[in-house]
């Protein structure tokens, strides 16, 4: 199935729902007449009993001289013109009005700076017996999506940055570059026969030649930008497929939200911007995706909503097997849950369900397939996935890397910690962000905590000395 | 050129270029200009006291890395290194909070102002009493026109957050309304 929904008077119509049965009410826009079914839960409060129903305190108006009338909703309402629901993107979307433990959550907010190399705890991260963890590359703050030049270098993108970095390996020898700067959300990054492509919010641009300019302070040139501006779910994940595509996706542009045809999928296209298709639907937000080096399947993340509740939904590990397949979002989550919003009227056996779930909250971002011989012979063809790990849970979740190993078929046989110690007393020592499979056979890791990212490799060590 | 605008803009302090001074050194030069109680006197300019120590280190960020374009903060942050940003950030979360300069008077901007803080949530994330927390800056008590400054740089996307969540806040605010904001959250007591 694949959705047409037009955006105007719709997606005003559900921005109000959600301000329905959002933290707080909002008096009603005259947009909330043109909305469409509603689900039943949410009655439209009488205008005047919106600000009354806020939970949390008003700042206290003392200050006010005695004269003056303490503001009431009702005195203040003529004055103030409809007030906006929540921005779609507000975290705030969905939270339970009535809970004070809810209350307490919030995105944990993202480290500026980067952790000194000296001080970032990889001794703390513990692999399965007979494999190492080590320091590859650290100052790169927020390090994110990971891309690999056929001459060794790595690149790496961020989210809260402007810059994407690139790490060559000379003779052993690293060294951390600063490729570009000056780039709005430059989450992802890919690169094909010299060419690194950069993902930034609303443009997709490439760096001919890359490995050339590495200390040039290259112009990325634009490819595409027929991309919405959303901040929310904005930034991309890049990858290239066996098709020799460009992939990435655009997320729903909010924590639940009813989109428009241009937001919630995956998109592919040509390396020089050409052919744009959308191929799969119902997403709420990747931030990862690899293909199955056997079926050539392309295999995806999927992030669950907010404020469900403490254990669910899980995020989503989806499997594309046609063109054009919806995965259920804001519909269904996890494939067995009709979402209290805008599942009415549905059901999960509408849309394609996942494969795995990959735990409450759990952020599951960047995959691979691990296509390398230095791991032992059980881990050839089976999947990593990095757990950046939880917000929206009191007692946190993910902060791991996970090894999901599939049957013959390419269904899940099961899932298990792989890399832990990113999370530890409910705080974060690191954020693995993205995998990435090394010619050698070792696996590299992005930390967007400490702004580093590790090489994992197995049998006896040769120390590499990190940077 | 450059250092004749920067020198206009700073009017009251001198102009003291990235330099190997330690950041206690320089730390009367930022005062100056921002206030040495934590309470700027100077139109445009933010006072800092007791601001949030992760929000300070964020924006020392931006400048350094011209993510946040606001001269003469683009100089004055060249050249710092990252433990720099975190003894300022760390100096000046401790310098006191600035104070209420006078009471609000106008009932009706206040009425107005209260009502909109309820409907977005701005007490939620910068709390109840608007002193922030970790990158959610301290407001309250901020200079007016400061306040008006920074809401309007952040609809018209001339200011980058650190993430997006104040352009989307502020999106549907109108002007106005942003007057109205400014002129209570200057004034909290």
Same mark, same amino acid.
């Given at each position: 199935?694949?959705?047409?929904?037009?955006?105007?008077?719709?997606?005003?119509?559900?921005?109000?729902?959600?301000?329905?049965?959002?933290?707080?009410?909002?008096?009603?826009?005259?947009?909330?007449?043109?909305?469409?079914?509603?689900?039943?839960?949410?009655?439209?409060?009488?205008?005047?009993?919106?600000?009354?129903?806020?939970?949390?305190?008003?700042?206290?108006?003392?200050?006010?001289?005695?004269?003056?009338?303490?503001?009431?909703?009702?005195?203040?309402?003529?004055?103030?013109?409809?007030?906006?629901?929540?921005?779609?993107?507000?975290?705030?979307?969905?939270?339970?009005?009535?809970?004070?433990?809810?209350?307490?959550?919030?995105?944990?907010?993202?480290?500026p700076l980067a952790?000194?190399?000296?001080?970032?705890?990889?001794?703390?991260?513990?692999?399965?017996?007979?494999?190492?963890?080590?320091?590859?590359?650290?100052g790169m703050p927020n390090?994110?999506?990971?891309?690999?030049?056929?001459?060794?270098?790595?690149?790496?993108?961020s989210r809260v940055q402007d810059k994407v970095y690139a790490?060559?390996?000379?003779?052993?020898?690293?060294?951390v570059h600063v490729l570009v700067s000056g780039l709005y959300r430059p989450?992802?990054?890919?690169?094909?026969?010299?060419?690194?492509?950069i993902?930034e919010l609303s443009q997709?641009s490439?760096i001919?030649?890359?490995?050339?300019k590495i200390d040039a302070s290259p112009k990325p040139v634009v490819?595409?930008?027929?991309?919405?501006?959303?901040?929310?779910?904005?930034?991309?994940?890049?990858?290239?497929?066996?098709?020799?595509?460009?992939?990435?996706?655009?997320?729903?542009?909010?924590?639940?939200?009813?989109?428009?045809?241009?937001?919630?999928?995956?998109?592919?296209?040509?390396?020089?911007?050409?052919?744009?298709?959308?191929?799969?639907?119902?997403?709420?937000?990747?931030?990862?995706?690899?293909?199955?080096?056997?079926?050539?399947?392309?295999?995806?993340?999927?992030?669950?909503?907010?404020?469900?509740?403490?254990?669910?939904?899980?995020?989503?590990?989806?499997?594309?097997?046609?063109?054009?397949?919806?995965?259920?979002?804001?519909?269904?989550?996890?494939?067995?849950?009709?979402?209290?919003?805008?599942?009415?009227?549905?059901?999960?056996?509408?849309?394609?369900?996942?494969?795995?779930?990959?735990?409450?909250?759990?952020?599951?971002?960047?995959?691979?397939?691990?296509?390398?011989?230095?791991?032992?012979?059980?881990?050839?063809?089976?999947?990593?996935?990095?757990?950046?790990?939880?917000?929206?849970?009191?007692?946190?979740?993910?902060?791991?890397?996970?090894?999901?190993?599939?049957?013959?078929?390419?269904?899940?046989?099961?899932?298990?910690?792989?890399?832990?110690?990113?999370?530890?007393?409910?705080?974060?020592?690191?954020?693995?962000?993205?995998?990435?499979?090394?010619?050698?056979?070792?696996?590299?890791?992005?930390?967007?905590?400490?702004g580093?990212?590790?090489?994992?490799?197995?049998?006896?060590?040769?120390?590499?000395?990190?940077? | 050129m450059r250092r004749i605008v920067l020198a206009l803009t700073l009017g009251c302090c001198a102009a003291l270029p990235a330099s190997a001074q330690t950041v206690q050194e320089r730390l009367p030069t930022c005062l100056a200009c921002h206030g040495e109680n934590g309470q700027s006197q100077n139109a445009g300019v933010p006072s800092l006291g007791?601001q949030q120590a992760f929000y300070v280190t964020v924006q020392l960020l931006m400048f350094r890395e011209r993510m946040r374009v606001a001269e003469p903060m683009n100089d004055m942050a060249k050249g710092l290194s990252d433990d720099d940003l975190r003894s300022f950030a760390d100096i000046i979360s401790?310098v006191?909070?600035p104070? /209420?300069?006078?009471? /609000?008077?106008?009932?009706?901007?206040?009425?107005?102002? #209260?009502?909109?803080?309820?409907?977005?949530?701005?007490?939620?994330?910068?709390? /109840?009493?608007?002193?922030?927390?970790?990158n #959610?800056p301290r407001i309250?008590?901020q200079r007016e026109e400061y306040l008006v400054k920074a809401l309007r740089g952040y609809k018209d996307n001339s200011r980058h957050g650190y993430d997006g969540?104040m352009a989307?806040?502020v999106?549907?605010?109108?002007d106005?309304?942003i007057?109205?904001?400014a002129?209570?959250?200057a004034?909290?007591?």
């Amino acid at each position: 199935m694949i959705r047409r929904i037009s955006a105007g008077p719709l997606l005003a119509g559900a921005l109000c729902l959600f301000a329905a049965t959002a933290v707080a009410q909002q008096q009603d826009s005259p947009a909330q007449s043109a909305a469409t079914p509603a689900p039943a839960a949410a009655p439209a409060p009488p205008p005047a009993a919106a600000p009354a129903m806020t939970p949390t305190p008003a700042p206290p108006v003392a200050a006010a001289p005695a004269a003056a009338p303490a503001p009431t909703p009702v005195a203040a309402a003529p004055a103030v013109p409809a007030a906006p629901a929540l921005p779609p993107g507000s975290p705030l979307i969905g939270r339970p009005a009535s809970s004070e433990a809810a209350s307490r959550l919030a995105p944990v907010p993202i480290p500026p700076l980067a952790t000194a190399a000296d001080k970032i705890p990889v001794d703390q991260f513990k692999a399965p017996k007979g494999f190492n963890i080590e320091l590859y590359a650290s100052g790169m703050p927020n390090a994110r999506s990971l891309a690999l030049s056929d001459k060794g270098t790595v690149f790496v993108g961020s989210r809260v940055q402007d810059k994407v970095y690139a790490i060559t390996n000379k003779d052993g020898k690293r060294q951390v570059h600063v490729l570009v700067s000056g780039l709005y959300r430059p989450n992802g990054v890919a690169f094909k026969n010299g060419t690194l492509y950069i993902a930034e919010l609303s443009q997709i641009s490439k760096i001919d030649n890359v490995d050339d300019k590495i200390d040039a302070s290259p112009k990325p040139v634009v490819i595409y930008n027929d991309l919405p501006k959303d901040e929310a779910h904005g930034w991309k994940f890049l990858a290239i497929g066996p098709d020799n595509k460009l992939y990435f996706e655009v997320g729903q542009p909010g924590n639940n939200v009813l989109h428009d045809d241009a937001h919630g999928q995956l998109r592919r296209m040509n390396f020089d911007g050409t052919g744009a298709e959308k191929i799969a639907f119902g997403i709420r937000n990747t931030v990862g995706f690899d293909w199955n080096p056997k079926t050539k399947e392309l295999y995806f993340t999927d992030n669950g909503r907010d404020w469900l509740s403490e254990d669910l939904p899980n995020d989503e590990l989806n499997r594309i097997t046609k063109l054009g397949q919806d995965f259920g979002a804001p519909y269904c989550y996890q494939g067995n849950i009709a979402d209290p919003e805008f599942g009415w009227g549905h059901s999960c056996s509408e849309f394609v369900p996942p494969v795995a779930l990959m735990g409450p909250h759990a952020a599951a971002l960047g995959m691979r397939f691990y296509t390398g011989t230095m791991f032992p012979a059980e881990y050839r063809d089976q999947i990593f996935v990095a757990r950046h790990g939880s917000w929206n849970k009191t007692n946190k979740f993910g902060g791991d890397i996970a090894l999901v190993k599939l049957n013959k078929d390419g269904s899940v046989k099961s899932l298990e910690p792989f890399i832990t110690g990113f999370l530890q007393n409910n705080n974060y020592l690191g954020r693995p962000v993205d995998v990435m499979n090394m010619p050698d056979g070792s696996m590299l890791i992005s930390d967007d905590w400490n702004g580093a990212v590790y090489r994992v490799s197995y049998g006896p060590t040769k120390k590499v000395a990190g940077r | 050129m450059r250092r004749i605008v920067l020198a206009l803009t700073l009017g009251c302090c001198a102009a003291l270029p990235a330099s190997a001074q330690t950041v206690q050194e320089r730390l009367p030069t930022c005062l100056a200009c921002h206030g040495e109680n934590g309470q700027s006197q100077n139109a445009g300019v933010p006072s800092l006291g007791g601001q949030q120590a992760f929000y300070v280190t964020v924006q020392l960020l931006m400048f350094r890395e011209r993510m946040r374009v606001a001269e003469p903060m683009n100089d004055m942050a060249k050249g710092l290194s990252d433990d720099d940003l975190r003894s300022f950030a760390d100096i000046i979360s401790k310098v006191p909070p600035p104070q /209420p300069t006078e009471a /609000p008077t106008d009932a009706d901007r206040v009425a107005r102002a #209260v009502a909109l803080i309820q409907q977005n949530r701005c007490n939620v994330c910068h709390l /109840p009493s608007f002193a922030g927390q970790q990158n #959610v800056p301290r407001i309250a008590d901020q200079r007016e026109e400061y306040l008006v400054k920074a809401l309007r740089g952040y609809k018209d996307n001339s200011r980058h957050g650190y993430d997006g969540t104040m352009a989307d806040v502020v999106a549907p605010i109108t002007d106005a309304q942003i007057l109205d904001l400014a002129y209570y959250i200057a004034r909290v007591k």
